[in-house]
């Protein structure tokens, strides 16, 4: 977001040229020269890293705003709510199997292969099960706004080739062909984009079952342009469901901790849908995808150095933890700058969605800290999972999501979306001094003790 005064521009290009010497710095190691054939410098890959990002930040938002234009605030809080439910439950469509995934790649770039097809094949698999048990659920906690093929449609989307993409993306990342996912990128948003004006334009059409047969279609493209990308590059993949079993153990930390952090930042919007009206639930989707956009930036750092905490983290904690301490200050930085862009920013945001979405502004500024406080967790997150602490990480992550759901439940039916405004920044607050205490005392027990420092990531750590 683009503050509105010469001192915040001058703090904001501060901020970005550090972003870019921190990302700079990420990309110093070396890889395999296998995986760095036709990238050119890994100093050229932060470039497409960054350009990935905005350009994604450029699409989504303008596709978000026509939608909720076409849709109407009561319409678009509908589809939000199905929405949300969807977004708790894609990290159970993979099983965790792309924390695996990217662990075991970015440590033997050979089992990339076998590492990529295992995980395509549980994503199939309980992706599947997963689509079919939420439209079951669906039908429970929700209210019965949306027929049933527009939620069969959309879960099936999100959760089963939503996912593959997911992960062919994922491969992309450890191998740093960054070319390749801003490929991705360009063609999938501006086909989002595309369908978004589609809708717009068309009439009395334009509601949740047209938006939902568009994203069933996109998500198929989304599947088909890295998968085309990928073998193009010579890179082999292994579809094989011998040896699946043997990562269920694994994925499980991966998928609780992915599903913590899902119902963290989501439940607000899931219980919001049961106890309020559809307009109120629009524009307070509509405010939350305001945070998400404000997010790009700290989202670009955190998969920038996903792949770094794991190889840092092989030999103990300190090395994790010194790598969350070097990114820490771009964190605290520019989730302060997005935080006050977004509280002078927030009253324009009325004009641009239309009627109906009068109360975004409010909303917004209420989850104003949450970019700040979700930058901490990424980086204290990141170091712990790095170390082979992913099982504490989940833990944590579990309890605050248990918090989460408590505090929905009491505060949404007195205060509307100010309970659960109020809920989601009191559970990221939590959630980011545990994390961050969590570090810190493993790093000092690592200190006294060296041989616990020093201790190697094994698969039943993570």
């Known amino acids: 977001m683009i503050p509105c005064h010469t001192g915040h521009n001058d703090a904001a290009q501060s901020l970005l040229a550090s972003a870019a010497n921190t990302l700079r710095a990420l990309c110093r190691e070396r890889v395999t020269e296998h995986y760095r054939r036709g990238q050119g410098s890994l100093v050229s890959g932060t470039g497409w890293l960054l350009g990935n990002q905005a350009l994604a930040l450029a699409l989504q938002t303008a596709s978000f705003l026509l939608l909720a234009q076409a849709l109407g605030v009561t319409e678009f809080g509908r589809l939000a709510a199905i929405t949300a439910l969807i977004t708790i439950a894609t990290p159970i469509a993979t099983w965790g199997y792309e924390g695996i995934l990217f662990r075991r790649a970015a440590r033997e770039p050979g089992a990339l292969p076998q590492a990529l097809g295992q995980a395509v094949v549980a994503a199939l698999l309980v992706g599947t099960a997963t689509a079919i048990g939420l439209m079951i659920l669906s039908s429970v906690l929700l209210p019965a706004t949306l027929p049933p093929l527009v939620i069969a449609a959309l879960c099936v989307a999100e959760l089963v080739f939503g996912r593959i993409s997911f992960l062919f993306g994922v491969a992309f ?4 062909r960054y070319s390749a996912t801003l490929v991705c990128t360009l063609i999938a948003q501006t086909l989002r984009l595309l369908a978004a004006l589609a809708l717009y334009y068309s009439g009395p059409a334009a509601n949740a079952a047209t938006w939902a047969a568009f994203t069933l279609l996109l998500s198929l493209a989304s599947v088909l342009v890295p998968l085309v990308l990928y073998f193009r590059a010579g890179s082999g993949i292994i579809l094989s469901i011998k040896g699946l079993s043997t990562g269920i153990p694994e994925g499980g ?21 049961r106890e309020s009206s559809a307009s109120i639930m629009g524009s307070y989707a509509a405010a939350s995808r305001l945070i998400d956009v404000a997010m790009q930036p700290l989202l670009a750092l955190a998969a920038a150095s996903y792949g770094r905490f794991f190889r840092s983290g092989s030999t103990g904690i300190g090395s994790s933890h010194e790598l969350a301490l070097r990114l820490l200050p771009f964190s605290i930085g520019y989730g302060a700058l997005a935080g006050v862009s977004l509280v002078l920013l927030a009253p324009y945001a009325t004009p641009l969605l239309g009627p109906g979405f009068e109360t975004v502004a409010e909303m917004a500024i209420w989850l104003a800290p949450l970019p700040l406080l979700r930058g901490l967790q990424y980086q204290a ?10 099982h504490r990480r989940a833990l944590l992550q579990l309890a605050s999501a248990a918090f989460s ?3 929905c439940i009491v505060l949404i039916p007195r205060f509307s979306w100010r309970g659960a405004a109020s809920a989601a920044v009191l559970t990221d607050l939590l959630l980011s001094a545990t994390l961050w205490f969590m570090l810190i005392s493993l790093y000092r027990r690592g200190r006294a003790d060296p041989g616990l420092g020093q201790t190697k990531l094994t698969s039943d750590d993570c």
């Open 173 to 176: 990342r450890v191998t740093e």
């Open 381 to 390: 997150g990141g170091a712990l999972t790095g170390a082979g602490h992913q």
């Open 253 to 273: 930390y991966f998928t609780l901790s992915g599903l913590s952090r899902t119902i963290c930042a989501h439940a607000d919007k899931a219980l919001l849908a």
């Open 405 to 407: 759901v408590v505090l």
